[in-house]
């Protein structure tokens, strides 16, 4: 059974910095890719960045290019999202989502992710 379990997260104003982990267990491989959605209220989940163990780089959205960075610890299985000079539009439950599905080596849509966890909120304030 795969497990992911998400920490960090919190209020924070306009500019300020903010910081989530993930922890993936369950199986011994990591997974191909792992990576943060977000969902504001009323919006469709979306994609924020991951990191592909198939091309071993990571990946973002371009509104996030440049302020958010991703780094990892496969011995501990746990991947950080480093969130800089946030804006009040980053404001949004933020989940951890993984796949072993190889097939996409970078994949971005909710359903390429079979494995979820339960969502961290972080709030951005003006």
């Known amino acids: 059974q795969v497990r992911l379990v998400e920490s960090g997260g919190g209020s924070v104003q306009a500019g300020g910095s903010v910081s989530l982990s993930c922890q993936v267990s369950?199986?011994?491989?990591?997974?191909?890719?792992m990576g943060w959605f977000r969902q504001a209220p009323g919006k469709e989940r979306e994609f924020v960045a991951a990191?592909?163990?198939?091309?071993?780089?990571?990946y973002y959205l371009d509104s996030v290019e440049g302020r958010f960075s991703i780094s990892r610890d496969d011995a501990e299985k746990i991947l950080h999202l480093q969130m800089n000079s946030l804006k009040p539009e980053d404001t949004a439950l933020y989940y951890c989502?993984?796949?072993?599905?190889?097939?996409?080596?970078?994949?971005?849509?909710?359903?390429?992710?079979?494995?979820w966890g339960q969502g961290t909120q972080v709030t951005v304030s003006s």
């Open positions: 369950g199986r011994l491989a990591m997974p191909n890719s």
């Open positions: 990191f592909s163990w198939v091309t071993l780089s990571p």
């Open positions: 989502a993984a796949t072993y599905d190889g097939s996409s080596a970078s994949p971005m849509g909710p359903s390429e992710f079979p494995y």
